[in-house]
């Protein structure tokens, strides 16, 4: 029987109806779903590792016989232990696998079975333990497997003829290993994978627009579940990395096609405004922010929305050339506002431009959803006391908050909004034009992915004056030194931050908090004046802690993340992070910005016990070797990987299933390339082959439009 992308689960033989039911549960529903549930390694099962490998410090895979199983105790704990020896190699080889809140592996494995079982070993005292191993049983008869599939997943009916699975698929092969599926075990899921795979005939269509019709897609959807050498799985993923490249760089040109030829308005007439804003500064304006301030202005000269972003270190003035680019939209008669991502940030910046503005005379507005604030009395008349720019959090979006007038929406800080709340924004007007703002370095590589829809501008200079900023990885029993340089920098007049992951202590991770931090503090400091911010206090009680260090009439604020982003207080000069090995290399970066925003020399200290050679402590090496965000973003990018680092669910992409083409900029310049070329020849893919590049755009506008 041929089975294609469309055949129905249900309408497979080789399925129970209860194995449908937990597929369909699972989200699949027809064969070419159950195809794209992807191995998310293999096993090369002809040739495992051995015994020699424990001390390597990677994952292993071996192949064990079960020498004594039993239950062992630990305080409050048990657990499941097998001990096992290499059943085909090193003789006297010896292992213990444990197995902690899993009682059913006590139910299934037996002394005398052989596994096959994958983990990293680690060493305690002259022995090597692998916690929590995958593992599965190796049954020579089926009724054996079975029954070890039945303690796995429940009471099972007898299998249908059709689903007996050929001699080779679980060992002497390159075996593939998927992801889980609730109530089916991992032998039979790879059982049903083959069957499926088997029955797709050679000449089987790609769905959509085929990019690589010499590698056929059939062939390689065999070579990505059950490939005959190892070398064919990269080759396939890189076929369908490249499917899946080329459709998003599609999405990117064609939105970026679209947005040139959408009537917008002409944002931008006169810059006075801006030259007596650069008059009124007690400092002159770099030549990168110079430089981004003309590029903006090019932009909203013209009768199309502009769409550019400013991307520019922490501390490097992207805001100064947002201000400049709303005083465009003003003196063009527009009405210009910045969305920020919590309302700390917004009030920031609002108090800042109050003060900035006041020679302008601009009328200015600060809406959150628990703040209303105008910079101006209103009088009667047509336009008087209408404000000019809008400050905001997430409240902009509403109705009653929405301008009327908008001219340019600048979202700052873009990461921490989704996609479908700028685009909320953005249509809420005429075609506003848009700029987008961020200070979290982005990998080179992720530029084209990430905005390759919009125009780029890089705020890739400091301004001058800005003190050094030196950063230490300490250990916590420093403390006692640590106190002391506190005291000599409150001495000579700075404050300090001391930021901590939690707000309250947890029993499940031993990290300290912020509420811990300040009791502690304050008992080591007693004559200091600290202060305490977290994400549960209320606006008041927030916008009063903040005054209060902003005035420095608080020495040292202890908080949580929520001083993240965008907190500007310049004469703080020391930083120190609490287990600063549970951040990301991003976020450390974003926190150390607070500091060195003055004149003076500054220091942030991470507190860790990580251990040299893990990867937390090459994270915090990274940290204590550079101030460099784009470089700090390279290495993020290769200890975290693109998906973490790209993060997927803000961007506003999809599923990304083959990350291969995030890490290869050759790859998503060729992706680039061909949708490129497909544009300039049919811009509005309406030749007869481009049918279903047509139906991959109104899919995305059709999803756009709803979530907006």
Not at 316 to 321: I, N, R
Not at 459 to 474: A, Q
Not at 533 to 540: A, I, S
Not at 590 to 613: F, M, N, T, V, Y
């Amino acid at each position: 029987m041929t089975t294609t992308l469309q055949t129905p689960l249900e309408s497979l033989a080789l399925l129970d109806p209860r194995e449908q039911g937990l597929l369909a549960a699972a989200g699949f529903h027809t064969a070419g779903d159950l195809l794209m549930h992807l191995p998310r390694r293999h096993e090369d099962r002809r040739r495992f590792d051995g015994f020699d490998t424990l001390g390597s410090g990677a994952p292993v895979c071996l192949r064990v016989r079960v020498t004594g199983t039993g239950w062992k105790f630990i305080p409050k704990m048990r657990y499941f232990q097998a001990d096992v020896e290499d059943a085909h190699g090193m003789p006297g080889a010896r292992l213990s696998l444990k197995w902690f809140h899993m009682p059913y592996v006590g139910k299934i494995i037996a002394t005398g079975q052989e596994l096959v079982i994958y983990g990293k070993p680690k060493k305690y005292g002259q022995s090597y333990s692998i916690v929590n191993p995958e593992f599965e049983i190796i049954e020579q008869e089926s009724a054996g497997l079975r029954l070890a599939e039945a303690a796995l997943g429940g009471s099972l009916p007898p299998a249908p003829a059709a689903a007996e699975a050929p001699a080779g698929i679980h060992m002497e092969r390159i075996v593939p290993v998927y992801p889980s599926v609730s109530g089916i075990p991992a032998r039979r899921l790879r059982t049903i994978m083959h069957a499926i795979v088997s029955r797709i005939p050679s000449d089987l269509p790609a769905p959509g627009y085929d990019i690589a019709p010499q590698y056929p897609y059939a062939q390689a959807l065999r070579d990505i579940h059950f490939p005959e050498e190892t070398p064919l799985v990269r080759k396939a993923r890189m076929r369908f990395a490249l499917a899946e490249c080329f459709e998003q760089q599609l999405r990117i040109l064609w939105k970026r096609h679209h947005s040139r030829r959408t009537p917008g308005q002409i944002t931008a007439t006169t810059s006075h405004l801006v030259q007596e804003l650069a008059d009124s500064l007690p400092f002159s304006l770099t030549d990168a922010q110079k430089r981004c301030v003309r590029e903006i202005y090019r932009d909203m000269k013209q009768p199309h929305p502009m769409n550019r972003l400013v991307q520019g270190d922490v501390g490097s003035g992207k805001t100064m050339v947002a201000l400049c680019a709303m005083l465009l939209a003003v003196e063009s008669g527009k009405q210009a506002v910045l969305m920020a991502p919590t309302q700390i940030l917004a009030e920031q910046h609002y108090n800042n431009f109050r003060r900035i503005l006041s020679p302008l005379d601009v009328r200015l507005s600060l809406r959150t959803s628990d703040r209303r604030d105008d910079s101006h009395i209103d009088i009667e008349g047509p336009d008087d006391g209408e404000p000019k720019i809008i400050v905001g959090t997430h409240a902009l979006l509403y109705e009653k908050n929405a301008p009327g007038n908008l001219g340019l929406a600048v979202i700052d800080e873009q990461h921490k909004f989704g996609v479908e709340q700028r685009e909320k924004l953005i249509r809420r007007s005429n075609a506003p034009d848009v700029l987008v703002m961020t200070a979290t370095p982005i990998p080179r590589t992720l530029t084209l992915t990430l905005y390759g829809d919009l125009d780029v501008s890089l705020v890739d200079e400091l301004p001058k004056g800005r003190g050094e900023i030196t950063t230490v990885l300490r250990p916590r029993k420093a403390l006692d030194k640590i106190k002391t340089f506190l005291r000599e920098q409150i001495e000579a007049g700075r404050q300090i931050y001391i930021v901590s992951p939690l707000i309250e202590e947890n029993d499940k991770r031993k990290t300290a908090s912020a509420t811990a931090e300040y009791e502690y503090w304050q008992q080591q400091l007693p004559d200091i004046s600290i202060g305490l911010l977290h994400g549960r206090m209320n606006p008041e009680e927030k916008d009063a802690v903040m005054q209060q260090y902003r005035n420095n009439e608080t020495s040292i604020l202890v908080a949580t993340t929520v001083i993240e982003v965008g907190v500007d207080v310049p004469n703080a000069t020391v930083m120190i992070i609490n287990n600063a090995e549970s951040y990301g290399l991003s976020q450390l970066h974003q926190l150390r910005g607070r500091i060195g925003r003055g004149e003076h020399r500054s220091w942030c200290i991470l507190l860790s016990d990580a251990k040299p050679g893990d990867d937390n402590r090459r994270k915090l090496d990274v940290m204590c070797n550079t101030v460099n965000g784009f470089e700090i973003a390279e290495e993020d990018f290769k200890l975290r990987g693109p998906g973490d680092v790209l993060g997927t669910a803000q961007s506003g992409f999809g599923r990304v299933r083959f990350t291969e083409w995030l890490s290869d900029t050759r790859l998503i310049h060729r992706g680039r390339d061909m949708a490129t070329a497909i544009l300039e020849t049919d811009p509005g893919l309406s030749l007869p082959q481009h049918a279903p590049l047509r139906d991959l755009i109104a899919d995305d506008d059709a999803t756009t439009q709803t979530t907006a």
